[in-house]
């Protein structure tokens, strides 16, 4: 297995590996998912033992079950070397107060998911999507009260426009409260619609970016053919994440990079994943695996190399917009 590497996160002196664990696979309910609360322990101790020290959970995901399985896996590791992330805004019961960025429930879901993950302080708190209902100087203020409270190390945003990502960072220095430290925006050798977006941002303003769906739900994988049904099983025929990547340009991408996996004697994801880390804006993707196998295949990207002319053909196909098509 390829030796882990680390970055620093943005302009931070917080050090992460050029991995993120993705952890929303870790819970039950739906059939993509793990459903399997020892096999997730076992790919998160593998993970860890790779080197590993980035997690990415969040409170919705199986409402809390993901940040359970998180803290198990996490008790008796040092945690001074593990940067542990979980985010905040979508729904977690029904009512009142039970969803969205105002400061009550920022602060309350802040509380729960420290119970959850058994832990004294988060260190990475991420707004998992923009809230129109509440004022961005709330939330930033709530978000700086966790971080001047201790509970709360660098806080973070995810999927939005520029102009709401700009609007955040600089209300931020106006009312002088703590700044969102990375960005976390959909970002694959297929979905590029951000370098026309967010990826600019937080070029020009030194934020760290962890992609999510740096696979494309799967596509680039190499898994799928022109023409095939996508498998009861997973995301991509619940809600047609992958499916709607059939197109003719994203097949022609993915061409280009079946050809280079087979002159580098390497897989198709490892070389979509090789593609993510020889941007110099992306500090850590997040991988999103369920099998010990698929992520020791992930980590040996870090041992793909790629030239300026390999990724000139995997971009070639595409040119970048915002909004991308198809998407809100």
Same mark, same amino acid.
Request: aromatic letters at 8%.
């Given at each position: 297995?390829?030796?882990?590497?680390?970055?620093?996160?943005?302009?931070?002196?917080?050090?992460?590996?050029?991995?993120?664990?993705?952890?929303?696979?870790?819970?039950?309910?739906?059939?993509?998912?793990?459903?399997?609360?020892?096999?997730?322990?076992?790919?998160?101790?593998?993970?860890?033992?790779?080197?590993?020290?980035?997690?990415?959970?969040?409170?919705?995901?199986?409402?809390?079950?993901?940040?359970?399985?998180?803290?198990?896996?996490?008790?008796?590791?040092?945690?001074?070397?593990?940067?542990?992330?979980?985010?905040?805004?979508?729904?977690?019961?029904?009512?009142?107060?039970?969803?969205?960025?105002?400061?009550?429930?920022?602060?309350?879901?802040?509380?729960?998911?420290?119970?959850?993950?058994?832990?004294?302080?988060?260190?990475?708190?991420? *707004?998992?999507?923009?809230?129109?209902?509440? =004022?961005?100087?709330?939330? &930033? +203020?709530? @978000?700086? %009260?966790?971080?001047?409270?201790?509970?709360?190390?660098?806080?973070?945003?995810?999927?939005?426009?520029?102009?709401?990502?700009?609007?955040?960072?600089?209300?931020?220095?106006?009312?002088?409260?703590?700044?969102?430290?990375?960005?976390?925006?959909?970002?694959?050798?297929?979905?590029?619609?951000?370098?026309?977006?967010?990826?600019?941002?937080?070029?020009?303003?030194?934020?760290?970016?962890?992609?999510?769906?740096?696979?494309?739900?799967?596509?680039?994988?190499?898994?799928?053919?022109?023409?095939?049904?996508?498998?009861?099983?997973?995301?991509?025929?619940?809600?047609?994440?992958?499916?709607?990547?059939?197109?003719?340009?994203?097949?022609?991408?993915?061409?280009?990079?079946?050809? *280079?996996?087979?002159?580098?004697?390497?897989? =198709?994801?490892?070389?979509? &994943? +090789?593609? @993510?880390? %020889?941007?110099?804006?992306?500090?850590?993707?997040?991988?999103?695996?369920?099998?010990?196998?698929?992520?020791?295949?992930?980590?040996?990207?870090?041992?793909?190399?790629?030239?300026?002319?390999?990724?000139?053909?995997?971009?070639?196909?595409?040119?970048?917009?915002?909004?991308?098509?198809?998407?809100?």
């Amino acid at each position: 297995m390829a030796e882990m590497e680390y970055t620093y996160l943005g302009n931070t002196g917080l050090e992460v590996s050029r991995f993120c664990l993705g952890c929303m696979n870790f819970g039950s309910g739906a059939e993509w998912m793990m459903n399997d609360r020892e096999a997730s322990l076992e790919l998160l101790d593998h993970a860890l033992d790779a080197g590993i020290n980035f997690l990415d959970t969040a409170n919705a995901y199986s409402r809390g079950e993901s940040e359970r399985i998180v803290g198990d896996a996490i008790a008796g590791r040092d945690r001074e070397e593990l940067v542990i992330a979980t985010k905040v805004f979508f729904p977690m019961g029904d009512g009142p107060n039970k969803s969205g960025l105002s400061r009550k429930h920022i602060l309350d879901q802040a509380q729960a998911s420290l119970d959850r993950l058994g832990t004294d302080y988060i260190d990475l708190y991420q *707004i998992h999507r923009w809230d129109e209902q509440v =004022p961005i100087e709330e939330t &930033l +203020s709530a @978000l700086d %009260h966790l971080v001047e409270e201790g509970l709360v190390r660098y806080i973070g945003a995810s999927t939005m426009s520029a102009y709401k990502f700009t609007k955040a960072l600089y209300t931020a220095d106006v009312e002088n409260v703590e700044r969102f430290a990375c960005m976390q925006p959909e970002y694959n050798a297929v979905d590029r619609h951000e370098e026309a977006n967010l990826l600019p941002v937080c070029e020009g303003e030194d934020i760290g970016v962890i992609p999510w769906s740096p696979l494309a739900g799967g596509f680039l994988t190499g898994k799928y053919e022109r023409g095939s049904e996508v498998p009861a099983d997973t995301r991509a025929d619940t809600d047609d994440y992958t499916s709607d990547r059939f197109t003719d340009e994203n097949w022609a991408v993915l061409d280009e990079i079946r050809a *280079i996996a087979d002159e580098k004697d390497a897989s =198709p994801a490892q070389v979509s &994943l +090789s593609w @993510l880390l %020889h941007k110099p804006v992306v500090d850590a993707p997040i991988i999103g695996p369920r099998r010990l196998d698929h992520l020791d295949e992930n980590i040996g990207a870090l041992d793909v190399d790629l030239t300026s002319a390999d990724i000139e053909r995997i971009e070639a196909p595409k040119t970048p917009q915002w909004p991308a098509p198809g998407k809100d």
